[in-house]
């Protein structure tokens, strides 16, 4: 199971493109699901060692997308080990 298989979201407009009533839309939903999104400040090294793990691929790594999802993937793995 997926911590966020948002790929419905993901095929919204940008957020700048969309309306406020699109973005009430894509927030109900969200909260539906039981998501939270949460910008998160991370440091270079702390991308590096996504990296050295093997939950980005270093092609990848300056992709903010791309690395909220290995964030993704991470969470998604600890919380498999704690169940």
Do not use: F, Y
Not at 1 to 14: D, G, H, K, R, V
Request: hydrophobic share 35%; aromatic share 2%.
């Amino acid at each position: 199971m997926s911590i966020c298989n948002n790929s419905e979201l993901e095929q919204e407009p940008a957020h700048a493109a969309m309306t406020s009533t699109e973005r009430s839309r894509v927030t109900r939903e969200r909260r539906r699901r039981g998501l939270r999104l949460v910008p998160v400040e991370i440091l270079d090294g702390e991308v590096n060692w996504l990296v050295d793990v093997g939950l980005l691929p270093i092609s990848e790594r300056d992709d903010p997308h791309l690395i909220a999802r290995a964030i993704e993937r991470l969470l998604e793995r600890s919380t498999r080990k704690s169940n």
